[in-house]
DNA sequence: GTCTATACACGGATAGAC
DNA sequence: GTCTATCCGTGTATAGAC
């Protein structure tokens, strides 16, 4: 992503605005404050973006286009559903602690409070995507026949859960040692053929 | 809860930010909004209230108070403690469908944003409450020994799923419906005696 | 206890120099 | 393309009448 931004004053204000609308939330980061820790003055912001809520944009578009590409690489180089399952759960966590800020942007932030239209995050392109999986994988016989709904719910639920706590501070472990233990749960409830 | 509240003017405004808050945020209702929409001067208001943040503690208080009461006396009708959990989703259910506002407020709203010291919201009386039921569930042999973070989250994590879709508009169903199937897929993640 | 009027700070955004 | 200075609206909160 950040090799995507050709633009030295547009990737200052990225990487500081995802720290802080994660951290502190949208309104209560004004364009002043933005300004004095980028270094930049509010002139070279309103360049680069035409208002305060295009910058938000621009970070929702980046954080899930690049969460998105990484769900698709993982998924694609599982050699079945169920270890599929698996390589989500590492990425996502791998995520987390790679790019905090990122993950909370995309999965803490209330994004509909500050940009007009924007679908819920489920239904964001990486969710939108798993969910294809999902439903492929349950007619393929792989997962057991459940209506999507629950599906997705008992496979996303608890991983986003985790996340979560993360982002809360609750947890301070890598979460890469709640990968394995976090994968049996799952396969238990939607997996088929149970051993 | 609603019962608790003696003062009319404080009920107002409770019935009204509770909701509004969970639709747009509260940085984005201002008291000019809410003294119009309720019909109180901001005199009222802040007769009642001493500032904006103190209505919002005030949201956070009554709410997780009642959901708190809703999980206690759900947790102790039930004779044993996989029965409980049905009890667990029923109520959260039922509570979602009965006043979603409130639930928004509880579960979708970003308390930390404007409500300095918070608890994150994993960390409030109710979901403690459930933490340690689980905990002691765990210890008597009844859910299969592991780390509770991975136990609370197989176990609430879908259940908070569920209730997002619905918030985000997504279920349009009434969540009732899902309890069975939920509960059967949780069920076979932790419960130890496997059918 | 509730009203109206208003103070005052801070928000986003723009203009025009360089 | 970036700077500084400034406009104007809206935010929370208060004062003082009733």
Known sequence: ??????????????????????KNGYSNVGIRKISKETGLSTGAIYYNFSSKEKIAWFLYDSAT???LNKIKTAIK???????????IISVLFQL????LHL??????????????GVPPICSSKP??????????????????D????????????????????????????????????????IVKSVYRNQI
Chains 1, 2 share one sequence.
């Open 1 to 22: 992503m950040k090799e995507k931004i050709k633009n030295l004053t547009k990737e200052k204000i990225f990487n500081y605005c995802i720290k802080d609308f994660a």
């Open 65 to 67: 286009e690049l969460v």
């Open 77 to 87: 180089k599982s050699t079945n559903g169920i270890e599929a399952i698996k390589s």
């Open 96 to 99: 987390t602690e790679e790019n």
């Open 103 to 116: 993950m909370e942007y995309v999965l803490y932030v209330k994004h509909k409070d500050f940009l007009p």
């Open 127 to 144: 969710f939108e995507y798993i969910k294809r999986f999902i439903k492929t994988k349950i007619k393929e016989g792989v997962f057991e």
């Open 146 to 185: 459940m209506d999507m709904v629950i599906a997705s719910s008992l496979i996303m639920g608890p991983i986003i859960r985790v996340i979560q706590l993360k982002m809360d501070g609750i947890l301070k472990e890598d979460l890469n040692k709640y990968t394995e233990p976090l994968f049996n749960g």
